[in-house]
Structures are given as structure tokens and as C-alpha cells.
């Protein structure tokens, strides 16, 4: 089965922007946004929509995704000869499903040292609040039933369902939601730039010592586990200091808090490594892995567990929480073509080129006194926009602007979080494609004023 580069047909692209405003309840969407994209086709990079206008996908199919590239044949194949052999039957229970067992098996074996149990969600907003459940029953099983706490940190995204939009430090995802989950305690970041966050002293030990006092005010016998991203990444693309994780972990540890990895980005070869938490000292007890998985092509997520959780969680009355799709044959058979690209391709190591090609190519960007930074992660890079570097006064409707503009007029496809355009394009990506983005990045923010404003080009 093969899939054709040929850009589509002119499809009735007003028509189905009409439809969508009248007929679709969008996620994330702010009202006042009226512009649509219809995107009607991909191919390695690439996206078209509707209208035929073609487009270079900075950020993973705007979602930090898209690892093996937009329309690869093999994972097409691997979901059609799933399907045509079992389409769906239930992981409840006593039933199960080859596609399943042969991707748990082989995450574990990619997975750090005594981390071989795997649930499987759809996302990673379930994954999360599986991770908190799981956290609670461990501990409940284990004659802790007072550890419910969940710790996690201001500005990070970990989800929007009940458990993971609690945890979650986007004031959008809680306003006029509540009463939200309880017993969630949101700590400060690891933003080394935004010295004004750590009281003139080194980030890591002004974080280090809130989080120990935050331990000693709750009472560590009420606390079941902390969750944190290796790498923030709707935070802005936030790589800690090199000791942050080490210490985190060392405190949990003396403290009996379990801690909970949110790879739902930084997992499957997005900043370099199959578990970014591995590389950064975290030493996880459950790593949460969604989006990469399967590059988008169909939704799973892997909720992965250290034996001892696994042992305790299913043992006694058993674990009872699932979805109807956990462990979907389809979409797991198409992640172990997806995994098998990642491997094959070396998109891991490629992952870490490309973002040098971006480091490199960003340079011109110290020069603009509206870019505070320039941080990478692998694939994953985030441009942070202020009024200047001085009073760091963040720009929030000027990385809107950018993002706009670079939709616009360069057809560049990323994402604006707060005041950050953030990028994690495809892991195949082409050099001369990164010049062409990065291109497109230095002339519009070259262009941005202090007060939020675009000069004309
Ligand atoms: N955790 C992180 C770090 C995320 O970036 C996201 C989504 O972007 C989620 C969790 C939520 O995943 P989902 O949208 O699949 O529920």
C-alpha cells in the first residue's frame, strides 16, 4: 500500500469551516478565534488544508507529535492487517490480545531497570489520572490509606480530565470548572530565567527547600506521589538544572512519595532518548507515555510501572480501572511499526541533530531584546518572548502575533504557550526545511516590538 506526495484537490473549504463553527465543540479553543484550518492531508512534514495551501509542521501536527512524519505506509499497513484480523475485543477482565502483550513486552524492555508492567490508556490525561489512582492504591494496599496528596508544579499541562486538570498549572483548565480534585498542591518551577521565581538564590535550592518545607506543612504521611515532566514542555520548553531531578528525587525518597513521570511528550525519541526521565536522574516509580507512541496515528497511551506498584495494585481485590479501548489491538499494533521506524530510521539520534540545526540556525536571536531565550530539549525548542530581559514582563499577545503571522504569511505551523512559541517538528525532518522555519522565526520576531506589537515586514 503505498501513500502519493501528490498535494489534494481543491476540497469546499469554506463549507467546512461553517460547518465546523456551527457543528463542532473544538478542545482548547478560545472563543473570540474565529480563523480555521481544515487539514485535509499530510506527508512526511508537510500538511495541506483545505484551500490547498501547503504547510511545514514545526510542532509535531501541532501537538507535539508526528515523530516518524505524516503518511508513512508501514504504520497504514500495520493498522490494516490488524484490523482485518481482530478489529477490537475487550482487555477487561480474563481477555486480552496479542498486539497488547507483544507492545508491553517490548516497552518494558526499553524501559528502565525493574519498570515492566504496562497499562495501557488513550491518551495522557488518563494516563495521569492513572498514575494518581494507581499512586493512592499502593499506598491504601500498603496500610497508607492518608497518602492522597498529589504534588505537581505551576505552569505545567498534565491534562484536563478531573485528576490531571487539578494537577495542571494552566489557570485556563480550572477557571469555572470546580470544585476541582482536592488534596493537589501546585509548587514552583524550574524556570532558571525567571530569576524573580527563587528569591535571589540558586534555583535549585530555593526549589529543593520549598519543596521539603511544602512535605513538612502537609505531613509526607498524607503524600502519595509528586508528578513533573523530565522537560516542561507547555511551559515553555523548560530543560531543569542539571541537579533539579537528582535532589527532587532524593527528597521523595526519604519522604515514602512516590514519584510520577509525565513523558507524554518527552517519551519515544522526542528530545533524544526513549524516556527522557532516564536521562535526567528522575528514576521514576510510573512513567506516563502517550503522543509518541504511536507518532498520532492512533490514540494510545502506556502507563508504566515499577513490579513492586504493579505487584500491590493488582493483587488483593485487584485494579479496578479501564477504558473500553485500553489496549486497543489497532492502535498498539500500530505503535510497534511506529517504535520499529524509531529504531530503524535512528530518529533518536536524530531527534539531538535536529535540534542543533535549530540552535545554530536561532543564533541571530540573541541579538533581539524581545527573546529572553532559546531552550532545546532534543526536538522539543521553545523561543520565550518579553517586553525586554530586564523586567522579563512576558509577551503574551506579541507570541500570539508571531504564531499567527508565521501561519500566515510563511505557512509555519507552531504553537504559542504563554508567552512561548514552542516546536517539536517531525523527527524526519529535512535540514533545508529546519533553515526554511527557522528562517521564518528570526524575520517575524526580529519584527516584534516590547508593546506586543508586529512592525510591518
Ligand atoms: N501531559 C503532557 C505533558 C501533555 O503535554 C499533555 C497534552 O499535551 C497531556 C499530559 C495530556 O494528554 P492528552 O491530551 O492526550 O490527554
Redesign the pocket.
Known amino acids: 500500500m503505498s501513500v502519493s506526495a501528490e498535494p489534494p484537490t481543491k476540497a469546499p473549504a469554506r463549507e467546512l469551516e461553517d460547518l465546523d463553527r456551527k457543528y463542532v465543540v473544538h478542545p482548547h479553543h478560545r472563543a473570540e478565534r474565529e480563523e480555521r484550518h481544515v487539514i485535509v492531508r499530510g506527508k512526511g512534514s508537510t500538511v495541506w488544508d483545505a484551500e490547498g495551501t501547503e504547510y511545514l509542521d514545526a510542532m509535531g501536527s501541532a ?2 507529535m508526528a515523530q516518524v512524519g505524516h503518511a508513512r505506509s508501514e504504520l497504514v499497513e500495520a493498522a490494516a492487517k490488524q484490523m482485518s484480523e481482530l478489529e477490537y475485543f475487550t482487555a477487561f477482565d480474563v481477555y486480552t490480545n496479542e498486539a497488547s502483550i507483544r507492545l508491553a513486552e517490548r516497552i518494558a524492555k526499553l524501559a528502565p531497570p525493574d519498570i515492566d508492567r504496562v497499562f495501557f490508556t ?7 489520572d492513572t498514575a494518581f489512582k494507581a499512586a493512592r492504591l499502593f499506598h491504601f494496599r500498603r496500610g497508607e490509606p492518608d497518602r492522597t496528596w498529589i504534588l505537581s508544579r505551576e505552569l ?6 478531573y485528576g ?1 486538570g487539578a494537577a495542571s498549572g494552566f489557570p485556563p483548565v480550572h477557571h469555572g470548572f470546580g470544585p476541582h480534585m482536592p488534596n493537589v498542591e501546585r509548587i514552583t518551577p524550574p524556570l532558571p530565567f525567571h530569576t524573580e521565581f527563587f528569591d535571589g538564590q540558586d534555583p535549585t535550592d530555593f526549589l529543593v527547600n520549598e519543596l521539603e518545607q511544602t512535605i513538612e506543612r502537609i505531613g509526607a504521611e498524607n503524600i502519595a506521589a509528586m508528578i513533573g ?1 523530565p522537560v ?3 511551559a515553555g520548553v523548560v530543560p531543569p538544572p542539571d541537579d533539579y531531578w537528582p535532589r527532587v528525587r532524593e527528597v521523595l525518597r526519604a519522604n515514602g512519595i512516590l514519584l510520577i513521570a ?5 517519551s519515544y525519541g522526542r528530545t533524544g532518548s526513549w524516556f527522557e526521565s532516564d536521562s535526567r536522574g528522575m528514576d521514576a516509580d510510573i512513567i ?1 507515555t ?2 509518541g507512541l504511536t507518532s498520532g496515528y492512533q ?1 494510545l ?1 502506556a502507563v508504566l510501572m515499577r513490579n513492586e506498584i504493579a505487584d500491590v495494585i493488582t493483587g488483593d481485590e485487584g485494579f479496578f480501572h479501564g477504558h473500553t479501548y485500553s489496549g486497543h489491538p489497532v492502535a498498539c499494533a500500530v505503535a510497534m511499526a511506529n517504535l520499529d521506524l524509531i529504531e530503524q530510521e535512528g530518529l533518536r539520534e536524530k531527534a539531538k541533530e535536529i535540534g542543533e540545526w535549530f540552535r545554530e540556525d536561532l543564533a541571530p536571536l540573541r541579538d533581539v531584546p524581545t527573546v529572553a531565550e532559546v531552550r532545546i530539549a532534543g526536538a522539543t525548542i521553545g523561543v520565550e518572548l518579553v517586553a525586554d530581559r530586564e523586567s522579563r514582563q512576558p509577551l503574551l499577545m506579541g507570541a500570539g502575533a508571531v504564531s499567527a503571522e508565521l501561519r500566515q504569511k510563511h505557512r509555519v505551523i507552531l504553537r504559542d504557550y504563554n508567552a512561548t512559541l514552542c516546536l517539536a517538528p517531525p523527527l524526519i525532518i529535512e535540514r533545508s526545511q529546519v533553515r526554511q522555519i527557522t528562517e521564518a522565526i528570526v524575520e517575524v520576531v526580529s519584527r516584534l516590538n516590547a508593546d506586543e506589537t508586529l512592525s510591518p515586514s
Open positions: 501537538n507535539w488513550n491518551g495522557g490525561s488518563e494516563g495521569n505545567a499541562y498534565h491534562g484536563c480530565t490531571s515532566e516542561m514542555g507547555g509525565d513523558e507524554v511528550v518527552t506516563v502517550s503522543k490514540p497511551g
